[in-house]
């Protein structure tokens, strides 16, 4: 079964996650802010990580830049799940190489399998 790194400010939307995934049985890891991750990172390597691109502050993306700069996620295909819908903010996941870019609120009954096409798993 596939593993996912979920990293979510916000209690209620990383429950929500965890829940879609745990019912597919998917292995879930946890955490709230960039240190919190990077702890997790250190002990497990997820199939996949779900992050809200301002988990790490104001700054957007710059916690997928802080991410990715650890070198904890290379190999690892990143996804935002972010309430910023614009054009801008999609190209600029994409410039930093996310494999995919979901806006909230998220569709619960295509999330999961959305996240499956980007691992390239049915």
Not at 37 to 42: D, E, P
Not at 86 to 112: H, Q, S, V, W, Y
Request: glycine fraction near 6%; proline fraction near 5%; include cysteine.
């Amino acid at each position: 079964m596939p593993s996912v790194l979920v990293i979510e400010d916000d209690a209620a939307n990383r429950y929500l996650l965890q829940r879609l995934f745990e019912s597919e049985g998917w292995t879930v890891h946890l955490a709230q802010d960039s240190e919190e991750a990077q702890r997790v990172l250190s002990e497990a390597r997820p199939s996949v990580i779900t992050c809200d691109s301002s988990s790490g502050g104001p700054d957007d993306f710059g916690f997928v830049r802080r991410l990715q700069a650890s070198g904890l996620v290379e190999g690892i295909p990143v996804v935002p799940v972010t309430t910023r819908a614009r054009a801008e903010d999609r190209a600029k996941a994409m410039e930093l190489g996310c494999a995919a870019f979901f806006t909230k609120p998220i569709n619960t009954r295509t999330f999961i399998s959305e996240v499956r096409r980007v691992l390239g798993i049915s």
